[in-house]
């Protein structure tokens, strides 16, 4: 048995020459800046995602909608709707990747359906400021999505939002 355990042994390699530091140090190099282009081309694509769905919103499309020419953007840009939400759950600071997460959790696409997770993503948008969060709040406590059906609520949030000039849907 021990002859088999010899096999699986990891042996590190050894360098020889400065030649091969230097290969080495190349690749590292080259590894790195073929993750930054990989980074760099999600965040265009997450980019041209908010504009697209900002195109979609001033033309009057539901979030329904929008998430379906999402999926078809996404599509011919050869990406994986799934990893792409994976990499927008991390973003904290972008309200229009909120309404999009909360909208995915509305619908079911891409995640779970989970109305509170709805819930909490159109509420971290109004928390930002953005004022289709807030309506979209507004919504939700009116019609008891992810959260107790509050009409007060709702009408604080639909007040503000038409404040900001948003007309209730």
Known sequence: MSNYNNIFEIKPERIDNLSNVTQLANNVTKLHLENNKSYDFVNEIIEEMCNLYDNERLKGKDNHSILETLEQ?????????????????????????????????????????????????YQKSAEMGNIKGIN??????????????????????????????????
């Not at 994976?86 to 509305?106: E, F, H, V």
């Not at 404040?163 to 849907?169: A, N, S, T």
Request: with cysteine.
């Open 136 to 169: 979209n709040v507004g919504y939700c406590y009116q019609n008891g999505i992810g959260v107790e059906k509050d009409e007060h609520k709702a009408f604080i949030y639909y007040q503000k939002s038409a404040e900001m000039g948003i007309l209730k849907e």
């Open 73 to 121: 953007f996404l599509a011919n840009k050869k990406q994986n709707p799934v990893d792409i939400i994976n990499i927008c759950l991390n973003d904290q600071i972008n309200p229009i990747i909120q309404i999009i997460l909360a909208s995915c959790y509305y619908y079911g696409k891409w995640v779970e359906e989970v109305e509170h997770k709805a819930f909490i993503y």
